[in-house]
């Protein structure tokens, strides 16, 4: 064990003592060690929520994207009127493309 003395301002003290009445903690020593690992944990988390929101921002974008090429879609093959896709040309064309491009 290393012995190292710390000047902790009025607010750190606080949340110490704080910490220490409500987990029946007797030293001051014990409490910090306690918070300063709940601190390193808390931090770990921070930065996974960080990696989390980054992701979730990412779908959204490409989801955007996906909303905006479809819209495309049904606008350039003219779908929105037709109720029977196989009786569009259009669309029966892309697909004719598609299949050829992914044969090929």
Same mark, same amino acid.
């Given at each position: 064990m290393i012995r190292k003395h710390f000047i902790l301002d009025e607010e750190t003290i606080k949340i110490i003592d704080g910490y220490r009445m409500t987990n029946g903690k007797k030293s001051y020593s014990k409490a910090l060690s306690e918070l @300063?690992? @709940?601190? *390193?944990d808390y931090m770990r988390l =921070?930065?996974?929520? #960080? #990696? =989390?929101?980054?992701?979730?921002? *990412?779908?959204?974008?490409?989801?955007? @994207?996906?909303?905006?090429l479809l819209k495309q879609l049904y606008s350039d093959l003219e779908i929105q009127n037709l109720t029977n896709p196989t009786q569009n040309k259009p669309l029966q064309d892309f697909f004719k493309n598609l299949k050829g491009g992914l044969d090929g």
């Open positions: @300063i690992f @709940i601190a *390193k =921070v930065q996974e929520m #960080k #990696k =989390v929101k980054e992701e979730v921002e *990412k779908n959204m974008r490409l989801n955007y @994207i996906q909303l905006d």
